[in-house]
């Protein structure tokens, strides 16, 4: 606050005018307000008339005009907002005014974000589809022929979410919005419109100028890498020739060849993605990679004891050999923890075999084995997880992997236990035969894989 007399001289300042001017109020008592009270346009850098003298012209209260900055006796620069106010005798006249003002940055800075975040994506920092299609219909022009329109969708972002967390599908799309901001030109309009989806404008590009410019973009995103997996976007692209075309045919004619692009792409594209993944979880857990391996062996010899063909004797080791895929989304610690987990730890723990499910079900090669997967920690009692179905309400080929999977975690060294002499692993395999295991199963996986007496 900082209070004149009717000739503009200051008589009075708080401390807070004080921490924001520069000037002390032995200083600035006595001085023109305009002296302390320096102001200026933010764009124009034009200095702003004092309020303070409007207030004596107009005899009423005045506020300030937007984009105003305070300049202090240093020279820093405030955001301002402020309000003038006559100060009136008993006789009713104007005798002086008090200027009340505020430091503006954080709320200047909150109505920046806002406009920011109304035109673009809060993530990469690209433009989103509300400046898209607004750019669209302005750029729609026959000085602006021929525009081109590049659709890109990147393959595998729910499949990185699921394993790694949505932190990483997050790094994944900043290194592509990095690498099209690096390749494209300064007027060309790059915009996330969706999850995995990106549309670039080009403005005087033609269709042969397009495709060289995907062909740099997928030559840069190839050598990119998420947790050791290649980086992998479908793109599609058409280029408006005449006016009579309409520009939103262009894009939908682009967004179909995409797609196009990517039913061809995926089916490789996602069964190469789960085994990049079940490679970073034995990086990541050399047990879990041992383990897996014996219970795929341990899976295989199951099958051919209960003389399955071989398609499908085939498709158990290979579940075995996945059935704790989801485990790459557990906490690495929590895999080592030679302590008895927690409760939150095995929370983590138990939602494996979902993750291994989501993971596989998204693809042609393991789409079988999914379900398998996702009832590996099933009960023949129904007291297991993560549904808690019982008996043959369990699919066949999981009660299976379950029996492999109880029989090697027992037999194995652990962090947090020893491993059972294979005895004794037989005998918890008989006593939790008809409550944890398929009794007739493990019947058969004592005598017939293990060559052990069942004694009932």
Known sequence: MIAADREGIIEFINPVT?????????DARGKPIETVFNIINEYT?????SPVAEVFEKEQIVELANH??????????????????????????IVGCVLVFRDFSEKKEKQRWIEFLSYHDQLSGLYNRRFFEEELLRLDTKRNLPISLVFADVNGLKTINDAFGHHVGDQLINKVADVFLAECRADDIISRTGGDEFVIILPNTDSVSSEKLIKRIKSKIEKQKIMNINISISFGWDTKQS???????????????MYKKKTFDNASRRSSVVKSILGTL???????????KRVSELCESFGKALKLESDEIAELRAAG???????????????????????????????????????????NEFYNIAEYIAAHHERWDGTGYPKGIRGESIHFKARIIAIADAFDAMTSERPYKNALPEDEAVSEMRKNAGTQFDPELAR???EKVLGKEWIT
């Open 444 to 446: 058969v996986f004592v």
């Open 45 to 49: 850098r034009e200095k702003v008339t």
């Open 282 to 292: 034995r990086i990541k857990s050399p047990y879990e990679d041992a383990h897996s």
């Open 68 to 93: 105003t900055l305070l300049i202090s006796k240093d020279g820093r620069e405030v955001p301002i907002e402020d309000t003038a106010s006559p100060i009136r005798d008993k006789d009713n006249n």
């Open 243 to 257: 006016e009579a075309q309409s520009v939103w045919d262009v894009l939908k004619n682009a967004e179909n060849y």
């Open 18 to 26: 004080e921490k924001l001017t520069g000037w002390s109020i032995s």
């Open 321 to 363: 050999e996945l059935h704790d895929i989801g485990k790459v989304a557990v906490d690495e610690k929590i895999l080592s923890d030679a302590e008895e987990l927690t409760d939150s730890g095995w929370a983590q723990m138990k939602s494996h075999p979902e993750i291994g499910y989501r993971l596989l079900s998204n693809t």
